[in-house]
């Protein structure tokens, strides 16, 4: 059921809009035919035509009070504003069809704007490939003229969950979101907890500051369980990580990540969920193909960071890293290939007390059937450079020269046999990388469209 007492929502309906002329360009975003290129420089249209046809656009300016969104459903005949923190709230349901457009105004700090769907509250989005779910920020005319450089225009989507943490105390508040707001926090006791679903959503230039230089992810999942339906989602040009789980033990699969600035996975707090087909590719002011922590307060905490992952790509932009595992993290990458990197895969080796080299001679960080393609140096080492490939965790490892880029990431050829996993919620597939043949991401998304 729909409710009216929750937000201030604006309905904005523009009529009598009218072509521009391609020639002369227009700068007006709201105009029919704007163009990036537009000679004009002061916001107005020269037409070409009369006006002829009255155009009618919606634009749901959507503001939170702290009664949240309600449990409604957002449709896709109408444009969604997000203005500030806006929270799902304990207990409602926030339902977004396909083909549905939600656009963040711009602002840091405390006006940033972003979505949170708080602990206890449901997010169903599912889109299609025909009709994925975008968002993305004011004023993006959605033509594909903004480039793929443009970061940090908003905020993110927040998910938080009921799910264990390895920290103390058990429940943390999200990052990004002031102490004193209780809807932030997120954690717990259930590690099958359902926060919904996401499929065919695509999250673009986000990422604003929101102070001390901590800006927001792409996609933030605190304390997510595995009941969350989570599949076929991009994260485009985003200012920080692309997906950052905290702790929980969520599932993904089919997970792009382009043109972030810091790192493309990025986990902490004893994530131990599953991945299958993730897509890192850099551009040249990238960080890490995956920062890997296993804890924070204490490094050391239960349940470790076990999570794992299988068919990943990531493509590096030539000097940064591929990976690395601290802070006592495990995890394992299975029939996946790391390209183009100036370092390959760094694991944390202390002098004392538990670490992540302590987790590879455990058993509990491998990795198996993996490629590593071009990379500038130190495929596998610990932190004071030890090569650890030969180590009884690493088995499987080939160093073939991968035909694949970030324009194309699809392979040419084979780049060799894996293993399939037995666990049934992973494809039965034994080919390396994400790919096979096709691109799975080609057509809903801003990176391949």
Same mark, same amino acid.
């Given at each position: ?12 309906? !523009? ?20 163009? $990036? ?83 206890? @509250?449901?997010?169903? $989005? ?7 779910? !975008? ?12 480039? @793929? ?60 500051? +929101? ?18 339906? !989570?599949?076929?989602?991009? +994260? $485009? $040009? ?42 890192? +590719? ?32 990531? !493509? ?41 080299? @302590? ?15 071009? +990379? ?74």
């Amino acid at each position: 059921m729909k409710t009216k007492n929750l937000l201030l929502i604006g309905v904005i309906t !523009i009529g009598l809009l009218t072509a521009c002329s391609k020639k002369e360009g227009c700068t007006d975003l709201t105009a029919e035919n704007y163009s $990036a290129d537009a000679e004009k420089d002061d916001g107005s249209c020269e037409y070409a035509v009369e006006p002829t046809t009255a155009i009618t656009s919606n634009i749901v300016t959507v503001t939170d009070d702290g009664t949240g969104t309600g449990s409604t459903t957002w449709t896709n005949d109408k444009v969604y504003l997000l203005d500030g923190f806006v929270f799902v709230n304990s207990g409602q349901t926030l339902t977004i069809e396909p083909g549905t457009v939600i656009k963040g105004k711009p602002g840091t700090g405390t006006n940033a704007s972003a979505l949170i769907v708080a602990r206890g @509250a449901t997010i169903n $989005a599912c889109g299609t490939a025909s009709q994925p779910i !975008i968002f993305t920020f004011e004023a993006d005319p959605l033509d594909g003229s903004v480039p @793929a450089t443009t970061t940090g225009q908003w905020g993110g989507l927040m998910i938080l969950g009921d799910a264990i943490l390895n920290t103390v105390p058990s429940f943390q508040n999200i990052e990004g979101i002031p102490t004193s707001e209780t809807r932030g926090s997120y954690g717990g006791s259930n590690d099958a907890d359902n926060s919904g679903s996401l499929c065919y959503v695509s999250i673009r230039h986000g990422g604003t500051d +929101i102070g001390a230089g901590n800006e927001i992810n792409g996609l933030t999942l605190g304390g997510v369980g595995s009941g969350t339906s !989570i599949h076929h989602i991009e +994260i $485009a $040009a985003n200012a920080d990580d692309g997906v950052e789980f905290f702790g929980g033990a969520p599932n993904l699969k089919h997970i792009l990540v382009a043109n972030v600035l810091d790192d493309s996975f990025d986990y902490d707090q004893g994530y131990r969920g599953k991945g299958q087909f993730w897509v890192a +590719i850099e551009n040249a002011n990238s960080d890490r193909g995956g920062e890997h922590d296993g804890g924070t307060s204490p490094e050391d905490g239960t349940p470790y960071a076990t999570p794992v992952i299988y068919n990943s790509t990531y !493509i590096g932009n030539g000097s940064s890293r591929a990976l690395t595992f601290r802070d006592n993290a495990g995890g394992e990458y299975h029939n996946s290939v790391f390209h183009n990197f100036g370092k390959g895969i760094d694991i944390e080796d202390l002098a004392s007390g538990e670490d992540s080299k @302590a987790r590879l001679d455990a058993g509990q960080l491998k990795f198996a059937g993996i490629v590593l393609s071009s +990379i500038g140096s130190n495929n596998i080492v610990d932190n004071n450079g030890t090569d650890l490939s030969g180590h009884q965790s690493i088995t499987n490892v080939s160093t073939t020269t991968a035909s694949i880029t970030g324009a194309n990431p699809v392979p040419a050829s084979s780049l060799g046999s894996g293993v399939a996993s037995a666990d049934a919620w992973y494809d039965n597939v034994t080919y390396v990388g994400a790919f096979n043949g096709t691109n799975w991401a080609q057509g809903w998304t801003l990176t391949f469209p």
